[in-house]
Nanobody, 113 residues
Framework: QVQLVESGGGLVQPGGSLGLSCAAS?????MGWYQQAPGKQRDLVAT???????NYKDSAKGRFTISRDNTKNTVYLQMNSLKPEDTAVYYC??????????WGKGTLVTVSS
């Protein structure tokens, strides 16, 4: 069983920046971030493989950057030019090499003036 522990999140003004991190308790394959706004489904934000291949939702391209440190089993999400519509709970995601999926508990990001 792998546990994912997020950190970061909080309140930021529109146009500001915020960084999230997520540490896995063990070796993990694909890692990523999902967001869930109030009353909406959980949507993919970005994913990254162990080899560094990335995938972003369209609205995150050019503003968000996902990265990872395999030596620390940690994934990061740097969010710039934040908009009110980015407000959501952000969940860390991980998939083991065997295909088992794991989720963090989520961290709230609020973009508001």
């Amino acid at each position: 069983q792998v546990q994912l522990v997020e950190s970061g999140g909080g309140l930021v003004q529109p146009g500001g920046s915020l960084g999230l991190s997520c540490a896995a308790s063990g070796r993990i394959g694909v890692m990523g971030w999902y967001q869930q706004a109030p009353g909406k489904q959980r949507d993919l934000v970005a994913t990254i493989t162990r080899g560094g291949n990335t995938n972003y939702k369209d609205s995150a391209k050019g503003r968000f950057t996902i990265s990872r440190d395999n030596t620390k089993n940690t994934v990061y999400l740097q969010m710039n030019s934040l908009k009110p519509e980015d407000t959501a709970v952000y969940y860390c995601y991980g998939r083991s090499l065997g295909g088992i999926e794991y989720w963090g508990k989520g961290t709230l990001v609020t973009v508001s003036s």
